[in-house]
């Protein structure tokens, strides 16, 4: 099979497949789309009785002989009654899938929402972070076109050119040919637009996809791009993704755009009139119609093509809809970590045990962890320290279940990790980046507890060493946090801390950077994970030797291996130990980084 074959199966393929979650995406809403559909083709066949009428009020003042004052006024009445009417189900039809559309995109941001809870936190990468800003934002919106504006415009598209031709060959049978005679060329010049839309609506989906992907890469790198001057650099993936996009947009549409330009310029109203009121005269000549019934065909007429393009731009809709829906069905089953949690109550001691434990991450060809046992006792301080890319934080983080092992198994007080319900409560963490959100400093500490009172706020505060600073910002906890809070690197770490602190997690596990990140602020940062330390089971990514020499247990990892455990004594023979001593004090602290 040749390249170019290939892809338009892949195409057709992913047609399919876009078709098939679209309906799917839709079935919550079927009755409430139905009920849209019906009420959008009674409001069109309403649509023939205002030409009946206009026929009837026509004849009635153009015909000779005395004017029927009452049957004017009848026809008029039963114009704008019907005209009202028409006007008000169509409202009804648009409000009933509105209504829906609301529905489904509740049900979908809900659903997307449960599942990226669920999902492991190595997934969050910033292509992954595109394609979640991409589905909230403009596929959701392209959903919103065909639930809420399809069915009715879509219906009424296809119902009202219908019944008024129906109408146009009730009142005279050539007058009814001539009202439809352009639709031929209409059509042609239809099918030459469409041609191998679907494919080419694919092909210009996936460019969108890679234009958005790359913004979001840019835009999250931005600060280390500015810092290091290389913003032409990191800008031209995005430039690349965005001339991309346009030189396919235009080869493609510019033809198009000419096609359609020509069908405008022989089809369009000169033409329509021609036929319509041309042929019309030669029959009202011949005495077999009214002028009246030609004003009225000839009205009809000219909707027909307005209809067509509103058929096409549907079909077209459907077709990016499908690209959406697929994407957004994608998003919601994305794989997410196994829920067994079979055991509420949880564990009841806390020593912690990771038994022949390893680790690859996604794409990746080596183990970042490669068959690690270890046991933690409960209320002691382990430290894990090794060359940069050791899997020092590889370990921590799985304890953390940010994944699951690729095999072997994380035990709390014997239980699996994976079993244990409301893990957060029984493992806190800070980490180097203290992620915190643009919530109050109040609720960013209370993350954990939303149930904290301001007290048990403040004490945590208070033992985070961060109390007098938050008090001493102008709004005090109700500040919110962002650009412009006014808060260094180090309060930043401080009031994570404080938030662990409030959790009171029986098992922590700190990166020791923390300490390094602020170094006016790294005496208090220092007392605040002392103060988080004690009576817990603290397993310590550690960067400095010096650092961790008060530790309970030592382990020196080296390429995702335990290379040995210990305390410092024990170790302070250890070849290894000693190198990473030696590296620490020719490279200074945090020399392993
Ligand atoms: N998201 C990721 N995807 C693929 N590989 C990763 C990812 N994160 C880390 N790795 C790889 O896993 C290995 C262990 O990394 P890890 O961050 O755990 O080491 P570390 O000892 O904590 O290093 P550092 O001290 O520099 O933080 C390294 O080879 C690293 O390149």
Redesign the pocket.
């Known amino acids: 099979m040749t390249e170019a074959s290939s892809e338009v199966d892949d195409h057709k393929r992913q047609q399919k497949a876009g078709a098939r979650a679209l309906s799917r995406l839709l079935e919550p809403v079927s009755t409430a789309l139905a009920v849209g559909r019906v009420l959008s083709a009674v409001s069109a066949v309403l649509a023939v009785v205002p030409y009946i009428a206009l026929v009837h009020i026509g004849d009635a003042l153009i015909t000779g002989g005395g004017i029927d004052d009452d049957a004017v006024g009848r026809w008029l009445a039963i114009l704008l009654a019907t005209f009202g009417a028409r006007l008000f189900i169509y409202f009804i039809a648009l409000f009933v899938t509105h209504l829906a559309d609301i529905k489904v995109g509740h049900l979908i941001r809900e659903q997307i929402v449960d599942r990226l809870a669920r999902v492991p936190l190595?997934w969050f990468t910033s292509t992954n972070s595109g394609r979640v800003r991409k589905a909230l934002q403009d596929d959701i919106g392209t959903v919103h076109q065909l639930i809420a504006h399809q069915p009715v415009e879509g219906t009424s598209a296809i119902v009202m050119p219908l019944a008024l031709m129906v109408y146009a060959f009730v009142v005279d049978w050539r007058l009814g040919l001539l009202s439809i005679a352009t639709i031929p060329l209409y059509i042609a010049a239809m099918a030459a637009t469409m041609r191998g839309m679907g494919e080419m609506t694919v092909k210009m989906d996936h460019r969108l996809s890679a234009v958005s992907a790359r913004m979001v890469e840019f835009v999250t790198g931005i600060a280390v791009v500015k810092a290091f001057g290389r913003v032409g650099r990191a800008h031209h993936n995005y430039q690349h993704a965005a001339d991309d996009f346009y030189e396919f947009y235009a080869d493609w549409v510019k033809p198009l755009v000419k096609v359609s330009a020509l069908g405008m310029s022989i089809l369009a109203i000169p033409l329509l009139l021609l036929i319509n009121i041309g042929g019309g005269a030669a029959l009202v000549h011949a005495g077999v119609v009214s002028p009246a019934d030609v004003l009225a065909t000839a009205l009809i007429a000219l909707l027909i093509p307005y209809s067509l393009e509103t058929v096409m731009s549907s079909t077209w809709s459907r077709q990016i809809a499908g690209a959406s829906a697929l994407r957004l069905q994608d998003l919601i089953e994305t794989p997410a970590l196994p829920d067994d949690a079979a055991n509420p109550t949880g564990p009841e001691s806390f020593d912690v045990e990771f038994d022949h434990v390893s680790y690859t991450?996604p794409g990746?060809d080596v183990r970042?962890v490669d068959d690690v046992s270890l046991t933690l006792r409960q209320g002691t301080v382990t430290a894990l320290i090794?060359a940069?890319?050791?899997?020092?934080?590889?370990i921590a983080t799985l304890l953390a279940r940010f994944d699951d092992p690729s095999s072997g198994a994380i035990r709390i007080g014997g239980v699996p990790v994976t079993e244990i319900d409301d893990l957060y409560d029984k493992v806190g963490f800070v980490l180097q980046d203290p992620q915190l959100l643009s919530i109050s400093i109040r609720d960013n500490i209370a993350l954990g507890r939303p149930d904290a009172t301001r007290e048990q706020i403040r004490h945590a505060a208070r033992s985070a060493q961060i109390l007098d600073e938050i008090d001493a910002l102008p709004d005090g906890f109700d500040t919110v946090y962002g650009a412009g809070t006014g808060l260094s690197g180090g309060q930043a770490q401080r009031v994570a801390i404080a938030r662990a602190l409030l959790v009171d997690a029986p098992v922590l596990i700190l990166d020791e950077a923390t300490a390094l990140a602020d170094p006016e602020a790294q005496h208090e940062i220092q007392q605040a994970l002392s103060a988080l330390a004690v009576g817990r089971t603290v397993l310590v990514?550690a960067?400095r030797p010096e650092a961790i020499m008060g530790v309970d247990q030592i382990v020196i990892?080296d390429a995702?291996r335990v290379d040995a455990v210990g305390t410092h004594d024990e170790l302070s023979t250890h070849p290894a130990y000693a190198r990473l001593w030696s590296d620490s004090l020719t490279t200074g602290s945090g020399g392993?980084?």
């Open positions: 190595t991450y990746a970042a090794g940069s890319g050791s899997g020092k934080s590889t990514i960067h990892l995702g392993h980084r």
